[in-house]
Nanobody, 128 residues
Framework: EVQLVEFGGGLVQPGESLRLSCAAS????????MSWVRQAPGKGLEWVSL??????????MYADSVKGRFTISRDNAKNTLYLQMNSLKPEDTAVYYC???????????????????WGQGTQVTVSS
């Protein structure tokens, strides 16, 4: 059974940093592209970032809203996905989900229906 468990969320002030983690199990983590997706209060899902598998050169993609501030990474030995978030803004407040994409290499952000599995989410609140 595929499981994705996010942790690391919390309350931070604007300009501070936070690192999210997603522990994966039940599948060959290294073989799949992984994403972070968020949902702000009262809004729809927003794709944040994707990292391809090593066969896809572990290449990364970012939404324009987070480019230059967020960094996605993966540790295949630990079956863990990360999202380092720097220079956080109030508009980054959201529930952050990790999601498993079908296949290892993507050249665009998957549509919501294309993801195989989702975690339960972790809340990030940026407020002074």
């Amino acid at each position: 059974e595929v499981q994705l468990v996010e942790f690391g969320g919390g309350l931070v002030q604007p300009g501070e940093s936070l690192r999210l983690s997603c522990a994966a199990s039940g599948f060959t983590f290294s073989s799949y592209a992984m994403s972070w997706v968020r949902q702000a209060p009262g809004k729809g899902l927003e794709w944040v970032s994707l990292i391809n598998s090593d066969s896809g050169s572990a290449s990364t993609m970012y939404a324009d809203s987070v480019k230059g501030r967020f960094t996605i990474s993966r540790d295949n030995a630990k079956n863990t996905l990360y999202l380092q978030m720097n220079s956080l803004k109030p508009e980054d407040t959201a529930v952050y989900y990790c999601a498993k994409a079908p296949g290892g290499t993507w050249y665009r952000a998957p549509d919501w229906a294309e993801y195989d599995n989702w975690g339960q989410g972790t809340q990030v609140t940026v407020s002074s």
